[in-house]
Nanobody, 117 residues
Framework: QVQLVESGGGLVQAGGSLRLSCAVS????????RAWYRQAPGKQRELVAS???????NYGDSVKDRFTISKDNTKNTVDLQMNSLKPEDTAVYYC???????????WGQGTQVTVSA
């Protein structure tokens, strides 16, 4: 199993920045990818950003050039730096990993990000 705990959410004004962090524990050696997803009220959960073990990143179109995903293998964390935040970035943000030979999903409990206009 892989366990995930997010931190760093909160309320910020449009144009501001926040940094989310996800602490990863458990079968870390089996992790294939790390990612952040978000879900706004009434909408489906969507991919924000992902990073592979080799460091290859992928971003959702709406956050490109504003958000940066990174991982720290010594601290076992995966962070999401969010700049130039917009009200439409308001959502619950979830940390995700895919692990094991069958790419099982693990999810954190989520952290609320609210961007005021």
């Amino acid at each position: 199993q892989v366990q995930l705990v997010e931190s760093g959410g909160g309320l910020v004004q449009a144009g501001g920045s926040l940094r989310l962090s996800c602490a990863v524990s458990g079968l870390i050696f089996s992790i294939k990818t790390r990612a952040w997803y978000r879900q706004a009220p009434g909408k489906q959960r969507e991919l924000v950003a992902s990073i592979t073990n080799a460091g290859t990143t992928n971003y959702g179109d709406s956050v490109k050039d504003r958000f940066t995903i990174s991982k720290d293998n010594t601290k076992n964390t995966v962070d999401l730096q969010m700049n130039s935040l917009k009200p439409e970035d308001t959502a619950v943000y979830y940390c995700n990993t895919q692990w094991g030979s069958s790419y099982r999903n693990s999810w954190g409990q989520g952290t609320q990000v609210t961007v005021s206009a």
